[in-house]
C-alpha cells in the first residue's frame, strides 16, 4: 500500500495491529440488522497470481492469500432514525494493482448491496484530492471537507477529509 495515504493506522503497522483492526470488525460481520458490517475481498484470478505478492501471518508464515489485493466494507447504522443510513469504510486496493478496475467492481457491488438491505442513503470519508474524482464518476456528491483530519501514516502531515453521499 502506499505509505503516505491516510487508512487508519500509523507506520509501523505490525501484523498484530493488522489482527487487532480486524478483532475490532469481525463481531459485526455476523450481526444481521442495525450496526451490521459487510466486507468484500478482491482477490486475483487464477492467471494473475504472482508469487512477487506475499500475505503473512503474524508468527512470520505464508497464509497463503498472496491473491487478496483489494477489500471495501458497508456498515449499517445502528439508530432508530438512522436504520436508511449506511457508511463505506475503507476501500483499500494494492497500489500495484490500482486502475484495473477493481475499486470501481467492489464500489459498485457495495452500492447494489446497500440498496438491496435497505439502505437509502450511503457517506464516506476519503483523504481530500485523492479519491474524490473516482467516487464523483460513481455518482458521489462532495458534502465538504474537514480540515487536518486524519495524519498520514508517518505521522508528519495532517490531510484533509472530503465528505461524500449517495442516494441510492
Not at 61 to 77: K, M, P
Not at 118 to 139: I, N, P, Q, R, V
Amino acid at each position: 500500500m502506499n505509505h503516505s495515504r491516510s487508512i487508519n493506522f500509523l507506520h509501523p503497522f505490525t501484523s498484530q495491529q493488522a489482527i487487532d483492526l480486524f478483532l475490532k470488525v469481525s463481531p459485526f460481520l455476523s450481526l444481521n440488522g442495525p450496526g451490521r458490517v459487510i466486507m468484500w475481498v478482491a482477490k486475483l484470478p487464477p492467471d494473475e497470481r504472482n508469487d512477487a505478492l506475499q500475505s503473512i501471518n503474524m508468527g512470520g508464515e505464508d497464509t497463503g492469500h498472496s491473491e487478496i489485493v483489494g477489500t471495501v466494507q458497508l456498515a449499517f447504522h445502528t439508530s432508530p432514525n438512522g436504520v436508511h443510513r449506511s457508511e463505506v469504510r475503507k476501500l483499500i486496493v494494492d497500489d500495484r494493482y490500482e486502475r484495473r478496475g477493481i475499486a470501481r467492481a467492489l464500489m459498485i457491488e457495495l452500492q447494489r448491496v446497500a440498496k438491496e438491505e435497505g439502505s437509502t442513503l450511503c457517506l464516506l470519508d476519503t483523504e481530500a484530492g485523492y479519491a474524490e474524482h473516482f467516487y464523483t464518476k460513481l455518482g458521489w456528491k462532495l458534502i465538504g471537507y474537514v480540515p487536518n483530519y486524519a495524519m498520514t501514516p508517518d505521522g508528519m502531515e495532517k490531510r484533509d477529509a472530503a465528505y461524500m453521499y449517495l442516494e441510492l
